[in-house]
Every structure is written in C-alpha cells, then in structure tokens.
C-alpha cells in the first residue's frame, strides 16, 4: 500500500511560517489525492486541507483560509502544507493521508482517506 511520512513540525512563535511535508511511497497511484489533517490533545482529528493528483485543485477549511496554502509535486510525490500566520490554536499533530475516492474535495470527514501518516507535531506559542 502508501506509505506517508510527514515532517517539518516544530515549535514556532504565533505569527511564524511552518512548511509541512508529506512524502509517500509505494501504490500512490492507487489514490486520488492527498489530504492534511491535525488532531489536538482531547479534539477530534479535523480535515484542514486536501489537494488532487490529477487536476491539482485544492480545498481547505474555513479556518485556515488565506494562511495555509497546499501544493504538490506529483514527481516526487510530495505534498507540502505552507503555514503561515500561526497561532496557537493552529497547535496539533498534523497527518496527512491519501484520499480513496474520486470527487473527493470538499471531503466528509475520515471515511474519505485510506493511509496515514504519523504526524508531525506543530506547537504555536503565544
């Protein structure tokens, strides 16, 4: 199957720049696409933005919108999670996982991915 791996978490002062990555490997091609996800200590893990392989078009959450930015390199099977403008609230480990159906953006939630990543941790200081 895919196998993702995430980096580039760390801890940034609010108002910082983080850029997440998320490489995959193996049957990528078996997915429509890419989606990043964060989970807060005693949250629910929430869908923050997703991005398909094919056409390249993107989706995040209302929350994020105008600071967060997805993007791809459908050669290095990469995607990429800019962050700016962080706050605390933005504080979570973050996932990405790959999408299992076409149409998939906006997705519904968890029932919409396969494979996950560890997660990297972001941690925004006030």
């Known amino acids: 199957q895919v196998q993702l791996v995430e980096s580039g978490g760390g801890l940034v002062q609010a108002g910082g720049s983080l850029r997440l990555s998320c490489a995959a490997s193996?049957?990528?091609?078996?997915?429509?696409?890419m989606g990043w996800f964060r989970q807060a200590p005693g949250k629910e893990r929430e869908f923050v933005a997703g991005?398909?392989?094919?056409?390249?078009?993107?989706y995040s959450t209302d929350s994020v919108k105008g600071r967060f930015t997805i993007s791809k390199d459908n050669a290095k099977n990469t995607v990429y999670l800019q962050m700016n403008s962080l706050k605390p609230e933005d504080t979570a480990v973050y996932y990405c996982a790959t999408s299992s159906r076409n149409n998939w953006l906006p997705p519904r939630g968890l029932s919409d991915f396969n494979s996950w990543g560890q997660g990297t941790q972001v941690t925004v200081s006030s």
């Open positions: 193996g049957r990528t091609f078996s997915s429509y696409g």
């Open positions: 991005i398909s392989w094919s056409s390249g078009n993107t």
